[in-house]
């Protein structure tokens, strides 16, 4: 059978396709700008990672085709393939000098050359042990594929476990420190960090330790959740969890939820409480996306409805820079006037769009996004609302006599707000009014002709979604103090659309994982300045790639884009085999 | 007094003059259609029924009630019930939520769930597939599903619209019988269907439509034998 043949075609591509990633890297200096700053301390640093992370990756891809259940064309193929990938940033380092590549590639630098042959001279002699790793890199990606899934599975949640604690060691030490500081027991954390973090990175025993235990509780639900499916299948009662454990969850989360200001510290607070405004704002549009179907790309405007309402009932310096008079509310009672302005826009916007359908609606609702952006920004309105300059002054959210000014303090508002959000969208989903939503999205005429009135159904999904944007916007006028109309644009709509989509569209907890991913995740990469963005893309293409229907898709979307799987898999040795 | 009747309707599509003064009756408990070529102005005598388009002229009645004074969303909670071109089942909601969805003008929990129950009676093979997205189903388990859904809201009137298209002969004839025992249980049925033999041989009377104007109409009998039906639709 010619099942049984090496596959050399495959090798070939994919160890070119990681030669051309491992140059990518290179060339756009991924690798040379990180050489000081330790995964492992000491052992392995950023830079290197980067390189053997991708041979192993296609090393282990490689042997996924090439192996055909046999060990030796798997470990054949893997470092193969490992060595294609090497041979084509060798080529790099050799050519760099003579034919003075620096000049096109500005990462194509000598410190480059440096990173790669580990700083040995002359740097050819540096060429063997770049070799040597990259190849057993790609030999372990290989050699991990072989191995059974339960265990391939916890091998490969080992290895991501250490390179992301390893990258993110800096914060996460702090997050331990204070979880300590919290419970009192300074000394107990000094001695911990000690073993799990060095100056730079992870020590190795830290490492060590998180690999095998990542691996222990991977195995462990592997191994639990096989308990559990052969007591479903024996036909035994549905396993419930028992009572208790769900109240100590529910007490634990809640605990976590309060005390998550003080264990994360202000930095990562104020990542939270961006994320928490980005996922109210998610909840909203995903009513309106999500449920009704109705693609809105205008919906920053909302948001800047609510910021400005509650600008100019709330600022201090209303009558001194602009014409308006001076309100002096308190956010409280300007809070339920910025929703209630922002759902009347939400009718007016939707009045006039009741007849439309995709693009088009999502044309004129991007024109009214920008129309709203430009008149905060006009002279016309100039000394109504600032201009360019903006609204100062904002009061602050006051709660029982203490004012909310820290992240750490807003915290609690924006996450309680989110939280309300979260459970009125829920409820809302399985209500006739999300009923109606879901129909309209599948089919207007048909709907209509089951009794939905669509305009009531429609505008209700503006009018939601509006309300939950201009109350993230009136929390973020008051959360920053001051205005501008810089940031309202366009890119806003776009990150709230980007985000329900990754997180799977129409689905609740996809907002909040869709917001960790799109606006938490960038924040905590800012030390990577100015390859975020580019990290960032590949995510995000990786994820469309891998998982179009989102990180935790609603039913509908799974079913849609994972029906034919089944079949799919089945139908691929096959046409392998042709 | 009739149950449905449409005197001299006039719809457009915007200039297109689809209906040139349809007059037609339908009377309780009977079956029947309106048979024509494609553009005859079949589908758009069902839209203006159903509300979905409105007529420049003429009347349309449902039981002395002015239909053309209903927007279309109100005209289902009258005792009028589509089956639409094309199936148009929810395709991403399951069998049971396209049928809940069918019962959404009712608010009787437990005659919902009776007249699913009446429905997977009618269609066992829904019943089997209760849980599966509408999308996946076949194309003749597609038009049982459209057919159970408008039943959910215990119609007077059901409107099918095509529901030969596109199916096998042999699912074809069981639709056909399902469409009979529907109306033994004291459902009106209007029936557009371009298959005007089957058609013929299910209803009590039918229409002939040609170019937005009715041509002929007669007991579905008398029609089979004339012989421009003979010429024109069954093919002799």
């Keep these: ?578 | 007094m009739a149950m449905l009747e449409l005197e001299n309707v006039h719809s457009y599509y915007g200039n297109i003059h689809a209906l040139k003064g349809i007059s037609l009756t339908v009377d309780e408990g009977e079956i029947v259609t309106l048979i024509g070529a494609n553009g005859a102005g079949k589908s758009s005598t069902l839209r203006t029924i159903s509300g979905i388009l409105h007529p420049k002229r003429g009347s349309v009645k449902f039981e002395g009630k002015n239909l053309t004074e209903y927007p279309a969303h109100q005209v289902v909670g009258l005792g009028i019930s589509q089956v639409p071109e094309g199936r148009g089942v929810f395709a991403r909601l399951t069998v049971r939520e396209n049928l809940e969805m069918g019962a959404f003008v009712r608010t009787d929990k437990e005659g919902i769930n009776e007249d699913i129950e009446k429905g997977f009676a009618l269609f066992p093979r829904l019943k089997e597939r209760q849980n599966q997205v509408a999308g996946t189903l076949s194309g003749g388990e597609q038009q049982m599903l459209a057919m159970a859904r408008a039943l959910m809201a215990r119609p007077k009137l059901l409107l099918l619209d095509e529901p030969s298209m596109g199916l096998a002969p042999i699912l074809v004839d069981s639709i056909f019988q399902t469409i009979v025992d529907i109306n033994k249980t004291g459902t009106t049925i209007l029936l557009v269907e371009q298959n005007a033999l089957m058609a013929l041989q299910t209803a009590h009377r039918g229409y002939v439509i040609q170019t937005g104007e009715i041509v002929l109409s007669d007991s579905a009998v008398a029609l089979q034998s004339n012989e421009m039906v003979q010429s024109a639709y069954l093919g002799h």
């Design chain 1, 1 to 578: 059978m010619k099942a049984q043949t090496f596959d050399v075609k495959s090798v070939f591509k994919l160890g070119g396709l990681g030669g051309f990633t491992l140059l990518y890297l290179s060339l756009v200096g991924l690798v040379s700008n990180f050489v000081t700053r330790d995964v492992i301390s000491k052992t392995m640093s950023l830079s290197f990672a980067f390189v053997i992370i991708t041979t192993f990756l296609f090393g282990y891809l490689t042997a996924r085709r090439t192996s055909r259940r046999n060990w030796f064309y798997a470990v054949g193929g893997g470092v193969m393939s490992g060595a294609i990938g090497i041979a084509c940033l060798i080529i790099l380092v050799l050519l760099t000098a003579p034919l003075n590549l620096q000049a096109v590639f500005v990462n194509a630098s000598p410190a480059l050359i440096k990173v790669l042959t580990f700083g040995k001279e002359p740097f050819t002699a540096g060429l063997l042990p770049l070799t040597g790793w990259a190849v057993v890199s790609s030999l372990t990606g290989a050699m991990v594929y072989m191995l059974p899934p339960n265990i391939r599975r916890a091998v490969i949640a080992g290895v991501v476990a250490v390179i992301a604690i390893g990258t993110l060691a800096q914060l996460l030490s702090d997050v331990v420190e204070n979880i300590f500081a919290l419970l009192g027991n300074k000394r107990a954390s000094g001695a911990l960090l000690k073993i799990f973090f060095a100056k730079k990175g992870l020590s190795v025993s830290g490492a060590a330790i998180i690999f095998v235990l990542t691996i222990l509780v991977s195995a462990f639900s592997a191994w639990r959740k096989q308990i559990v499916a052969a007591k479903e299948q024996s036909g035994a009662a549905q396993t419930q969890t028992p009572k208790e454990i769900k109240i100590a969850v529910w007490i634990v989360s809640l605990l976590v939820i309060l005390l998550l200001p003080n264990i994360f510290g202000s930095y990562l607070s104020e990542i939270v409480v961006t994320v928490a405004i980005y996922t109210l704002m998610g909840f909203g549009l995903n009513i309106v996306v999500g449920f009704a179907g109705l693609l809105d790309l205008g919906y920053v405007a909302f948001f800047a409805i609510g910021a400005y309402t509650m600008a100019l009932l709330t600022s201090n310096q209303m009558g001194q820079t602009t014409e308006l008079v001076n309100t002096g509310l308190s956010f409280w009672a300007a809070l339920p006037i910025s929703i209630g302005v922002a759902v009347l826009w939400g009718i007016i916007l939707g009045v006039p769009v009741l007849r439309m359908r995709g693009d088009y609606l999502a044309i004129v609702t991007l024109g009214f996004g920008e129309i709203i952006r430009v008149l905060a920004l006009s002279n016309f309105l100039q000394p109504k609302i600032g201009g360019a300059q903006g609204i100062l002054g904002i009061a602050k959210p006051v709660v029982f006599g203490y004012e909310l000014v820290s992240s750490q303090q807003l915290y609690y508002l924006v996450v309680a707000a989110a939280l309300l959000a979260a459970y009125v969208s829920w409820r809302m989903r399985d209500s006739r009014a999300g009923r109606s939503w879901m129909a309209m999205r599948e089919d207007e005429d048909v709907a209509e002709a089951m009794g939905i009135n669509l305009i009531k159904t429609k505008l209700l999904a503006f009018a939601t979604g509006a309300a939950f944007s201009g109350f993230a916007g009136a929390i973020f006028a008051a959360k920053l103090g001051s205005i501008y109309p810089a940031s309202f644009n366009l890119l806003v709509s776009i990150n709230v659309l980007s985000l329900i989509i990754v997180g799977g569209i129409g689905s609740l907890p996809g907002v909040v994982i869709g917001a960790v991913a799109l606006v938490g995740l960038p924040e905590l990469l800012r030390e990577f300045s100015e390859f975020r963005m580019l990290i960032f893309g590949a995510l995000l293409v990786g994820m469309m790639l891998f998982k179009p229907e989102g990180f935790w898709p609603a039913a509908a979307q799974k079913r849609e884009l994972h029906e034919f799987e089944s079949e799919e898999v089945e139908a691929h040795p096959a046409s392998e085999a042709a």
